[in-house]
């Protein structure tokens, strides 16, 4: 206990303290053996009550302030642009090499009167570092009586020395740092300060070493794009939306998230535009429903799956139905996604994009591919013209309808129209009959028109298994 403080306090408190052990240890061991008097109650009493007050105050004086630093210094607080640099900053002993005094510790107050003074904050493994600087030192400014260039670096001079027996640049440099940086705390190198009639001018990138650049600094400009602002605060173990920091989610151009199922939602999909951005969703969609919402119906009954496990892409080609109905199905295969843009990517695009993703996330690939398929042609039986009343359906949305995919039926083959007709030319059918080959066949006859089967070259969208790379 005498060892624990050497203040006045301390020393007081050392003796009642003592006072108090003599007291105890006058009394026999047992102490039930010994009645204490009143008195001497309350005289041990008081010795510990007091003891006890010298002893938190002793503390108090000696304990950093919970607003303080290491060993109860200030804690320093960093300096941004147009910040007036406090006294601590020039007074503080920086270890320091190759400086004109060839000290081993200065302070910053010897350079208080420079027009500027340039910070430049680096490390022996930092390439763009190394090249910014060796320019610099060829300039005029680095000779300039007017300017003060510093490096500062963490590195210890051991590093610092082997590096200049390298490059023999020999810059005055702050080693070991630990109080430049605290001012200005910095997450990429290189890193320049600027001083200037006591306040921080800029903070910069390498370039504001170029000498037009440094001719504009002594003049107290800079070029806007130079400034620097690292962020302290990202962390690479969050994902992006869960940072903190603003600027991380401003730069977020677009986005896409794939889903699985998601118990408790129905399957729908949605589109919708803000002044700056667009945003798809689906929820709960086999990966083929998906691909028709996602896709121009040109495409629906274009697409190929060359995989060999369908029961997983499509409900409607899988096989147990029965005992697996739609629902529970889509608790197992049921597939979503998210995809947000700004307006400059079309709608087409994005849609193109979020699709690739998420077939690429489940597993498939997919490709716009030139091939040889089945096709069913509509063409003239002679050079019979076609007519009917203006309100009947073209031969162009007839095509529309034929090939009209719809989600719970197999695909439906690719019907196409003979150069020969006019896909404005009209006939008088009923759209609803159309899957009825039958009618088909005997409508377009009325009006000297068939249909054959053929294999012709078409683009098609083919779907595989994802290969390895």
């Given amino acids: 206990m005498n060892n624990f403080i050497r203040t006045g306090r301390g020393i007081a408190c050392s003796k009642l303290v003592a006072q108090y052990v003599n007291l105890v240890n006058t009394q026999p061991r ?17 010795l510990l009550v007091i003891a006890t007050v010298f002893y938190m105050f002793s503390l108090s004086a000696q304990t950093p302030r919970k607003d303080s630093g290491a060993k109860g210094l200030k804690i320093i607080e960093p300096l941004k642009i147009g910040d007036t640099v406090p006294d601590e900053f020039w007074t503080a002993s920086l270890n320091a ?65 082997k590096f200049n027996e390298r490059f023999k640049l020999n810059f005055p440099t702050i080693i070991g740092d630990t109080v430049l940086r605290a001012y200005f705390p910095y997450r990429i190198i290189p890193h320049i300060v600027v001083i200037q009639h006591g306040k921080v001018l800029t903070v910069a990138h390498s370039e504001i070493l170029l000498p037009e650049n440094v001719q504009k600094l002594k003049e107290g400009k800079y070029q806007e794009y130079l400034a620097k602002s690292d962020i302290l605060d990202f962390d690479k173990t969050k994902v992006i939306l869960d940072q903190k920091n603003s600027r991380i989610k401003d730069a977020i151009k677009s986005r896409t998230v794939i889903m699985g199922p998601i118990s408790g939602l129905s ?66 295969y049921g ?26 996330t489940n597993g498939y690939d997919l490709s716009v591919v030139e ?10 039986k002679g050079n019979k013209k076609l007519h009917a009343p203006a309100d009947n359906v073209t031969i162009e949305e007839l095509l529309k309808s034929l090939n009209y995919q719809q989600k719970d039926m197999g695909r439906v083959p690719i019907y196409l129209s003979s150069d020969l007709i006019d896909k404005q030319d009209r006939i008088s059918i009923d759209l609803h009959k159309i899957r009825d080959e039958e009618y088909l066949q005997n409508i377009l006859s009325e009006y000297g028109l068939k249909i054959k089967n053929q294999r012709t070259k078409q683009s098609i969208i083919e779907v595989t298994e994802r290969r390895s790379l």
């Fill in 30 to 46: 047992c102490i039930e053996s010994k009645v204490y008097s009143l008195k001497e109650l309350l005289t041990i009493r008081t």
């Fill in 97 to 161: 090499m190759y400086n004109s005094s060839n000290k081993n510790a200065i302070t910053l107050k010897e350079l208080k009167n420079r027009k500027l003074i340039i910070l430049d904050f680096w490390a022996t493994w930092c390439g763009a570092c190394i090249g910014s600087i060796q320019k610099y030192v060829k300039t005029d400014a680095y000779t300039d009586a007017d300017i003060a260039f510093l490096g500062v670096t963490y590195q210890d001079k051991e590093e610092v020395t």
């Fill in 267 to 332: 399957a729908f999909g949605s589109y919708k535009k803000t002044d700056s951005t667009q945003r798809l969703y689906l929820t709960n969609h086999s990966l083929l429903f998906a691909m028709y919402k996602l896709l121009d119906v040109y495409w629906h009954n274009r697409i190929f799956l060359k995989i060999s496990n369908e029961d997983q892409f499509d409900y409607f080609g899988f096989e147990d139905q029965q005992k697996f109905p739609y629902t529970v199905w889509l608790t197992k």
């Fill in 335 to 360: 597939a979503g996604l998210e995809s947000i843009a700004p307006l400059n990517i079309p709608k087409k695009e994005l849609k193109w994009n979020a699709l690739i993703a998420l077939l690429n």
């Fill in 371 to 380: 091939k040889e398929v089945e096709t069913k042609l509509i063409y003239p």
